[in-house]
């Protein structure tokens, strides 16, 4: 018997609308899980995806995948990449698995409010994949870092990050919680996939599979490469949702929707990979900055998704611009200095050399976080490390949850942006951080930041020892330096030299 | 006397950090305790310069006697430490 083309049978066959006659079609499509938008079935079914996909072709395909990325890493076990490797990678390794692995298979359950709640039954069928695809990336992630965990126990963080409470996975847990955990099917697809996974995880996976290959762990640059294939057909199911909801004058809750996770993924990945791209990749592996990579990944990408969408820019545009030569500066000097909360040894990255790249790529980078590292580096080099740690706190952001910061020196303009809410005084990193709270207040004023539980007496005892109890940071798991400061020997060196002159 | 949080935001440094001062200290003590944590350890002593606090937002400084308790902050509202050149 001839089979059909897909295409002959696809539209039909999904579509799975029918009109409830036992129950209200509120009842089936509760609005809270469906999306409070107003609209009838009827307009849902105008989603048309892009991505047509059959189940059984999903199979195919997928099978295919995972052999190929089963295989390399079955065949380079014995190769001792890992035991090799440049303690920056290892870091970059440590510091992705922990904070994606299991955030991976959160999403698996975000994917299915869209497969069971949406309305438009294109993006049940999207979703569907999308949710055996989130799976996947979970059990590799989780796979794949185990034949390390016998070799160094930050390694175990690949499972145990998002069980703790840990600063940086409180921060983690806090935006997936709001933009997928915590959201209706629609605003899922929005936030999660098409303002997230469209540019965010795309530069997570493509770059570091770059950079993967260029340390020469294809273990790595092949899985991640597997698992971003299956990110850009499952991002695409926001785009069509978008243009349902603009085509039925719901232009400005789309909006908002794209605002909110646009700004929440650029403060994760300001933290997560800005420091893994500028500072912990190996000078000579290094393809981009992560301003260069961002510009012309993010910046470029969502401009032109945005516009044809028929969306305007974030109103914030300008400052995430801005925030592009600064923001991750911060976050990689914050990670570093408070490296015992962190379960990855921050590489410094600091040497003469790294220091001429950063002044190239970010002009002014010496006169402003170059004097701060200045000190640092005099306190290692002198070996008065006690002023090398810190001891209190940075404040967080109540809304993403990671250090307040701006940039020092030269340019000092650190700045709070405080705001009194039912006789709470919350503290932002930014003006937008503050816009997100003030858009839903009660939505996120119960939070209470890793500082706000601190003061609350939840952490004891109220020193270092009781900060990493509190973060779940057992012995042997504590971030130290990569190189274990053997970049002090350059300054060093320097120094005898100036000394001989 | 009362402990009472502070977030301090030093000039020169990049982060907001918490600093537990108590309601008794002068200004000039809060910007000791704030100094703690920066001044030797991101930020470079500036012999000779003394730390002024001041609001957020506010171009003059706060006495420096005056007393915590007499300033009016909320808790953990941001201060700004502030170097000062010796006058001329």
Not at chain 1, 324 to 335: D, I, K
Not at chain 1, 486 to 498: D, G, I, N, S, T
Not at chain 2, 24 to 45: F, I, K, L, P, Q
Request: some cysteine; charged content about 25%; proline content about 5%.
């Amino acid at each position: 018997m001839a089979v059909l083309n897909r295409m002959d049978w696809y539209d039909l066959a999904r579509s799975t609308n029918w009109t409830p006659k036992y129950v209200a079609e509120d009842e089936l499509f509760p609005p809270k899980l469906s999306g409070e938008f107003g609209l009838p079935l009827t307009a849902w079914e105008e989603y048309d995806e892009p991505y047509k996909q059959t189940y059984p072709e999903y199979v195919k395909v997928q099978r295919e995948k995972d052999a190929g990325a089963y295989s390399v890493k079955a065949a380079l076990e014995r190769s001792r990449i890992f035991e090799n490797a440049d303690p920056g990678w290892k870091s970059v390794m440590k510091a992705h698995y922990g904070a994606i692995a299991r955030g991976e298979y959160a999403a698996a359950s975000a994917e299915a409010r869209m497969m069971r709640f949406s309305k438009a039954p294109g993006m049940r069928n999207m979703a569907t994949l999308g949710c055996m695809d989130e799976i996947r990336h979970g059990q590799m992630q989780l796979y794949f870092p185990h034949e390390h965990v016998a070799k160094d126990r930050q390694m175990d963080w690949a499972f145990k990050a998002y069980d703790t409470n840990e600063w940086a996975m409180i921060a983690a847990r806090h935006f997936f919680d709001d933009i997928m955990m915590t959201r209706d099917a629609i605003s899922v697809s929005i936030m999660l996939t098409f303002s997230f996974e469209t540019g965010f995880t795309n530069m997570q996976f493509l770059g570091l599979a770059a950079d993967a290959a260029e340390a020469g762990d294809h273990t790595f640059a092949n899985l991640i490469s597997s698992i971003q294939t299956d990110e850009s057909r499952h991002a695409q199911i926001g785009g069509p949702a978008l243009k349902v909801l603009i085509a039925n004058g719901q232009k400005q809750e789309a909006q908002k929707r794209v605002d909110i996770a646009l700004w929440g993924a650029w403060k994760l990945f300001s933290v997560l990979t800005g420091p893994i791209m500028d500072y912990y990749t190996p000078l000579e592996h290094r393809k981009q900055s992560f301003k260069e990579f961002m510009e012309e990944w993010i910046v470029a990408q969502f401009e032109r998704a945005l516009t044809d969408m028929g969306l305007d820019l974030p109103w914030y545009w300008d400052i995430f611009l801005k925030d592009l030569s600064e923001t991750h500066h911060g976050m990689h000097m914050g990670s570093y200095y408070w490296r015992p909360t962190v379960w990855w040894n921050p590489s410094a990255g600091i040497t003469p050399a790294e220091r001429d790249w950063l002044e190239e790529k970010y002009p002014g980078w010496n006169d402003t976080w170059g004097q701060c590292w200045d000190v640092i580096i005099d306190n290692v080099v002198d070996g008065n490390m006690a002023k090398a740690y810190p001891e209190t706190l940075p404040y967080v952001c109540n809304m993403c949850q990671l250090p307040i910061l701006g940039t020092p020196g030269k340019g000092w303009n650190v700045k709070d942006y405080p705001l009194e809410y039912q006789g709470r005084l919350y503290h932002f990193g930014s003006e937008v951080d503050r816009w997100v709270f003030e858009q839903e207040p009660e939505r996120y004023a119960g939070h209470l930041s890793i500082v706000d539980r601190f003061l609350a007496g939840m952490i004891q005892p109220m020193n270092l020892e009781g900060a990493l109890a509190y973060m779940n940071i057992g012995p042997g798991e504590c971030g130290d330096d990569a190189h274990n400061y053997a970049w002090a020997e350059v300054y060093r060196a320097l120094r005898a030299e100036r000394k001989a002159v | 006397m009362a402990l009472f949080p502070l977030t301090s935001n030093f000039e020169g440094d990049f982060v907001l950090q918490l600093v537990p001062v108590d309601t008794e200290n002068t200004m000039d003590e809060v910007a000791a305790a704030a100094a703690v944590h920066s001044v030797g350890r991101r930020v470079r002593d500036r012999p000779g310069h003394i730390l002024r606090v001041r609001r957020q937002g506010s171009e003059a400084f706060l006495p420096r006697d005056m007393k915590v308790a007499e300033a009016g902050f909320m808790p953990t509202e941001t201060v700004e430490i502030i170097w000062q050149a010796p006058a001329a």
